[in-house]
């Protein structure tokens, strides 16, 4: 295989991106849109505006439970339009390369893994904090081959209902849509809030980054909500330190933004949960690439399968 680039593709609840990436894990151009419902439409008008003859394969990542071998994401309760379809061979069919399918959070583990802050660790757990969470877990230097539905394990049986249909769930609590719906609904209720100065008063558009910053700021609504998602965050990881025992926690995706406060409020509440041997032996870190992650694991598919990176 001469040629030498990749397209790396991350699709997820919130955006979908496309990139070239070399054999190095450099992007050299990215493209961006909001994720919509006509996902193929979007998916399509992005590639054709990167595709070249000096394509190798393309790389997908795709928030959800995916079928590797028939190319089909089972399960997607963020980007639900997509299940059932086939992306894979639609895209094969299209531009007559290989197609490599994988969930997002994995992919970006292996992004990670490849030129990141996982580089040097042979086992960690990558969290993928966003409108939902992910999870990939590497062991011994290769992807470990299990779902890795980080968000999804249950930590209150009698909690709020999830996207997945089940109650009490991680996302439900610590997720980016979590947060955004527990500010809001207090909003809704007359809390007083320096965010309700935020879109001319329209608190529906409020983002995670508003949040933050208010929060850094001392807004009390935006402390208390952010603290409350990041010590239910808290709870998975010690849970994840306690099962796996790995070497790393790797945190990536827009919320690992909000570290002053969510994640350092995650910390302290999984290092009073977890098992104290374990947890001293941890490195709770965050992500080196950022949102590029997961297009830059998508891409290393291409390169390198699901091998060893």
């Known amino acids: 295989m001469n040629k030498r ?32 419902e006509k ?14 003859e000096d394509i190798a394969g393309i790389g997908l990542g795709v928030a959800g439970l995916v079928d590797r071998e028939g190319g089909k994401i ?9 299940e059932g379809i086939n992306l894979a061979k639609e895209i094969r069919e299209r531009f007559r390369v290989p197609v490599f399918i994988e969930n997002d959070a994995n992919a970006a583990a292996l992004g990670e893994k490849w030129i990141g802050a996982g580089k040097e660790f042979s086992d960690f757990v990558l969290f993928t904090l ?27 049986t009698d909690g709020e209902k999830c996207h997945c249909g089940n109650s009490g769930c991680l996302e ?51 402390r208390e909500v952010l603290k409350e998602a990041g010590r239910h965050l808290g709870i998975g ?22 570290w002053d406060i969510y994640i ?11 098992f104290q041997k374990l947890f ?6 965050p992500s080196l690439l950022g949102e590029d992650a997961g297009i830059i694991g998508s891409a290393g598919l291409v390169f390198h399968g699901y091998r060893e990176i």
């Open 5 to 36: 680039l990749a397209i790396g593709i991350d699709l997820g609840g919130t955006n979908l991106r496309v990139a070239l990436v070399t054999r190095d894990g450099e992007i050299i151009r990215k493209e961006k849109e909001p994720t919509s």
């Open 39 to 52: 996902i193929l439409d979007s998916l399509f008008r992005l590639l054709d505006s990167i595709f070249s």
């Open 74 to 82: 089972t399960i997607s309760p963020n980007i639900p339009a997509i």
């Open 130 to 156: 966003g409108t939902g969470i992910g999870g990939g877990i590497i062991k011994d230097k290769k992807l470990l081959d299990v779902a890795a539905e980080i968000g999804h394990m249950t930590i209150n």
């Open 172 to 222: 439900a609590y610590a997720s980016a849509r979590a947060i955004l719906s527990k500010v809001v609904s207090a909003l809704e209720k007359g809390r007083e809030s320096m965010l309700i100065r935020f879109h001319n008063g329209n608190f529906y558009k409020l983002s995670v980054e508003d949040i933050y910053r208010m929060a850094l700021e001392g807004d009390n609504l935006a």
């Open 237 to 258: 990881i010690a849970n994840i330190v306690n099962v796996m025992s790995p070497e790393a926690i790797i945190l990536a995706g827009g919320l690992a933004g909000a």
């Open 264 to 274: 350092q409020e995650a910390i302290k509440e999984a290092s009073k949960r977890a």
């Open 280 to 285: 001293d032996t941890v490195k709770i870190i």
